[in-house]
Nanobody
């Protein structure tokens, strides 16, 4: 299984970026997947997640990104996206996509809930 994250870059506050996570070795729609981020000197933190197809209400997010970030999936491309709008300086971090091999009934917000990880892509927001 490989997850390839891309789309990071530098943007001014208020701008937008779209991150991509392309998967090989598994079919993304069959698994719940998440986005995390890690700022320098900080622990990796949950950003948002999308449940596997057929698991009801699809997405949930960290409070500070609700209404600004959105996860979507293109099954034909086996790729998941994180659309980030109205970016803030505090969104600066390395962003990781991850896939959960096990499906849990509750919210999957912990690093330990996920089995496979992409390599990370840097997002830098200047104020």
């Amino acid at each position: 299984v490989q997850l390839q994250a891309s789309g990071g870059g530098s943007v001014q506050a208020g701008g937008s970026l779209r991150l991509s996570c392309a998967a090989s070795g598994l079919t993304l729609s069959r698994y719940s997947m998440g986005w995390f981020r890690q700022a320098p000197g900080m622990e990796r933190e949950f950003v948002g997640a999308m449940r596997r197809s057929g698991s009801g209400s699809g997405q949930y997010y960290k409070d500070s990104v609700k209404g600004r970030f959105a996860i979507s999936r293109d099954s034909a491309k086996n790729t998941v996206y994180l659309q980030m709008n109205s970016l803030k300086f505090e969104d600066t971090a390395v962003y990781f996509c991850a896939v959960a091999e096990r499906h849990l009934a509750g919210l999957m917000t912990r690093v330990a809930d996920y089995s496979y990880w992409g390599q990370g892509t840097q997002v830098t927001v200047s104020s």
